[in-house]
C-alpha cells in the first residue's frame, strides 16, 4: 500500500487485523513472560507493550483532534518515555486490558473523521500518514515480543520497504530478492548489493531487526529511521 494511493479503510482494516493478531500472540502471556527481554535493547516485553497501548492512544488522539495540531503524546517525548516507563511493569492482563481499551478509543475516533488528509503535527504529514505509521507500530513491534516469528502480508512488505527505503546509504543500490515469493525490491542508487532471504526477513534486516535466518549478501550499514 502506499500512502497517497491507498484508500483509507484498507488502511484502518489494515491496522485492526495487526492488532487482533497481537491480541491472539499475547491472549496467554504470562507476568513472568512480560518481564522478559524484548528483541528491543533495554526494553522488556512490558515495555514493548506499553508503547503499543500508549502509541495506539496516541493516533487515536490525533483523530479525536482532528483540525487542530497537536503534538501525538501530550508532554512531548519525555511524557511518552516517562508513560511507557511506568506502565511497563503491568500485569499480563492489564497490558492486555489497556490495549484493548486504547484499540475501542481508536476505532471510535477512525470512524469520526471526516478528512483524512487533515494535517496533523506528526512527522508534519496528515491523518492518513498516523494510520500507515501505526500499521508499522502494531506489525513490527509484535514481532519484537518475540513471542511468534514474523507473518507480514504482501502488502505489508512493500510498504515497509517503500517507507524504510531512506535507510539505504547513498551511493549503494540495493536489490532484496525474496527467497520466500520471487519478488524483487530495488532501494537506492550506486554500487550494486544484493541481499536474498525471506520476505520477512528482509523487511526485518531493513527495520533494523535480526532476520529470523540469515540473508545471503553482504549487508550494508543502515541509516537511522526515517
Request: glycine content about 8%.
Amino acid at each position: 500500500m502506499a500512502n497517497s494511493t491507498t484508500a483509507p479503510a484498507r488502511v484502518v482494516d489494515a491496522v485492526m487485523d495487526a492488532h487482533r493478531r497481537l491480541a491472539t500472540v499475547t491472549g496467554a502471556v504470562t507476568d513472568a513472560q512480560v518481564g522478559e527481554p524484548s528483541a528491543l535493547p533495554g526494553w522488556t516485553r512490558g515495555h514493548v507493550l506499553a508503547h503499543l497501548a500508549h502509541v495506539t492512544e496516541a493516533m487515536a488522539r490525533q483523530a479525536e483532534l482532528e483540525g487542530t495540531e497537536v503534538e501525538p503524546y501530550a508532554g512531548g517525548r519525555p511524557a511518552r518515555d516517562a508513560a511507557i516507563e511506568a506502565a511497563s511493569g503491568r500485569s499480563a492482563a492489564e497490558h492486555r486490558a489497556a490495549i484493548a481499551a486504547a484499540v475501542t478509543r481508536l476505532a471510535d475516533a477512525w470512524a469520526g473523521v471526516r478528512d483524512w488528509g487533515s494535517p496533523v503535527l506528526y512527522r508534519d504529514g496528515v491523518l492518513l500518514d498516523t494510520a500507515f505509521a501505526l500499521w508499522r507500530e502494531v506489525e513490527i513491534h509484535t514481532a519484537d515480543l518475540g513471542l511468534v516469528p514474523p507473518a507480514w502480508s504482501p502488502e505489508f512488505h512493500d510498504h515497509a520497504v517503500d517507507f524504510l527505503a531512506a535507510r539505504v546509504p547513498d551511493g549503494v543500490r540495493v536489490t532484496l530478492v525474496s527467497t520466500s515469493d520471487g519478488r524483487e525490491w530495488t532501494i537506492g542508487s550506486g554500487a550494486d548489493v544484493e541481499l536474498r532471504g525471506s520476505s520477512d526477513d528482509l523487511v526485518a534486516w531493513l527495520a533494523g531487526r535480526a532476520p529470523g535466518n540469515p540473508l545471503t549478501g553482504e549487508p550494508p550499514a543502515l541509516n537511522p529511521w526515517p
